[in-house]
């Protein structure tokens, strides 16, 4: 059973930085795109940041420049470096990943609070 893990989410003040690391175990198979996203309350879900097998990244406008993905040596996991933290990024932080089969998992979230 596949299993996605997320952890590092807490509060910091306006201007900090925070870690976000995810850990996907139980699958026989590569994961292709593995990402994170986040949900403000009241707000649908939105993608903060992804990245290919190949390396390949995209971000959020409003994170660009500032957060950073990359996946571990191991390619299951994935880290979220978050740096010059802003109020309105206040939100859960999900971890998503997307095996090659197609099939999709997602973490239970970790929250993160930027405090003004």
């Known amino acids: 059973q596949v299993q996605v893990v997320e952890s590092g989410g807490g509060l910091v003040q306006a201007g900090g930085s925070l870690r976000l690391s995810c850990t996907v175990s139980g699958s026989m198979f590569r994961f292709s795109n593995m990402g994170w996203y986040r949900q403000a309350p009241g707000k649908q879900r939105e993608l903060v940041a992804r990245i290919t097998s190949g390396g390949t990244t995209n971000y959020a406008d409003s994170v660009k420049g500032r957060f950073t993905i990359a996946r571990g040596n191991g390619k299951n996991m994935v880290y979220l470096q978050m740096n010059n933290l802003k109020p309105g990024d206040t939100a859960a932080y999900y971890c998503?990943?997307?095996?090659?089969?197609?099939?999709?998992?997602w973490g239970q979230g970790t929250q993160v609070t930027v405090s003004a």
């Open positions: 998503n990943a997307v095996l090659v089969t197609g099939a999709e998992y």
